[in-house]
């Protein structure tokens, strides 16, 4: 079968085919999409630039995909990438804003904190449902400075992702949770109770 590209044209794989000018215009393309994506960040407000809630991954995601596609295909015009950046950022300030005069829509969109473990005990159906494994739970344990499950007082899952932990005075009557990384041949994980096994 016989085509008429040639094999290691560096033109076309470097620059593609449409003509050479059409470079000038991905610069005047970058410098629009750029402002735009200015404005979102304005709109989004200073909370938009710290941990991100799930709906503003969300938007991101869409954000990107929208400005990408300005930027990469010469059919799709700036007016269109515009409108869907400013569109769907104003419908998520828009739902920010009821959300917080609502409470069961700020449970739908973002979710709610979970506790996850209490008093040294892991809650397990709550791992379960917010799909974490206990490994990455006690990882986080660790992170935050406990060496035990008895030490923990209280760990919440956020909505934003990160597991906040509240740690009590006492000292620990075991190494539980490093035990089980530094001698993972003679410990086996923490147990709490029949659930966990």
């Known amino acids: 079968m016989e085509t008429d ?27 629009v999409v750029f402002a735009i994506l200015m404005l979102v960040l304005r709109l989004m407000g200073k909370r938009g630039q710290q941990d991100l809630s799930p709906m503003q991954q969300m938007l991101l995601i869409a954000l990107g995909s929208a400005a990408g596609d300005a930027l990469l295909y010469p059919s799709v015009p700036l007016v269109y990438a515009a409108l869907i950046l400013v569109g769907v950022t104003l419908v998520m300030v828009l739902l920010e804003t009821l959300a917080e005069h609502s409470r069961p829509l700020r449970d739908y969109m973002e979710s709610r904190p979970r506790v996850l473990v209490r008093d040294g005990r892991v809650d ?29 007082h209280c760990a919440v899952l956020e909505v934003t992702g990160d597991i906040s932990v509240f740690l009590n005075d006492r000292e620990p009557a075991d190494e539980d949770l490093l035990a089980y990384v530094l001698d993972p041949d003679r410990h086996r994980a923490p147990q709490v109770d029949a659930e966990g096994a």
């Open 5 to 31: 590209i040639r094999v290691f044209d560096w033109d076309r794989l470097l620059l593609g085919l449409p003509p050479k000018l059409y470079m000038l215009e991905i610069v005047f393309k970058i410098l």
């Open 124 to 152: 397990f159906e709550a791992l379960r449902k917010e799909r974490t494994t206990r490994r990455e739970l006690y990882a986080e344990l660790r992170m935050k400075g406990a060496r035990s499950l008895s030490q923990v």
